[in-house]
């Protein structure tokens, strides 16, 4: 069974950093790229950040390009993602996904997601 769990949401200020993480298991991701999307109440899924099987290539959303980074661990099988300097706009629920071949920036071309982790940043 391939769960995506994400953690390392919470409560912070406007101007503060998190750290949100994402353990995959049930399979392996060989080939996969992961991405980290957000959802506000009553808005769409947004693309934050996507990263190739290898490491080698990044993407990021607009709204977040500058302010965060993702990374991977292929051994331990997680995905990171740092975000800096945030704002009371990025506060959602932040899922992971994981989708075959390259970074994709359309939810609907994800095959496997969590359950999301809320990120609330207060102004």
């Known amino acids: 069974q391939v769960q995506l769990v994400e953690s390392g949401g919470g409560l912070v200020q406007a101007g503060d950093s998190l750290k949100l993480s994402c353990a995959a298991s049930g399979r392996t991701f060989n080939n996969y790229a992961m991405s980290w999307f957000r959802q506000a109440p009553g808005k769409e899924r947004e693309f934050v950040a996507g990263i190739s099987w290898t490491g080698g290539t990044a993407e990021y959303g607009d709204s977040v390009r500058g302010r965060v980074i993702i990374s991977r661990d292929k051994i331990a099988n997680m995905v990171i993602l740092d975000m800096n300097s945030l704002k009371p706009e990025d506060t959602a629920v932040y899922y992971c996904?994981?989708?075959?071949?390259?970074?994709?920036?359309?939810?609907?071309?994800?095959?496997?997601w969590g359950q999301g982790t809320r990120v609330t940043v207060s102004s």
């Open positions: 996904a994981a989708a075959s071949g390259p970074i994709q920036t359309l939810a609907y071309r994800y095959r496997f």
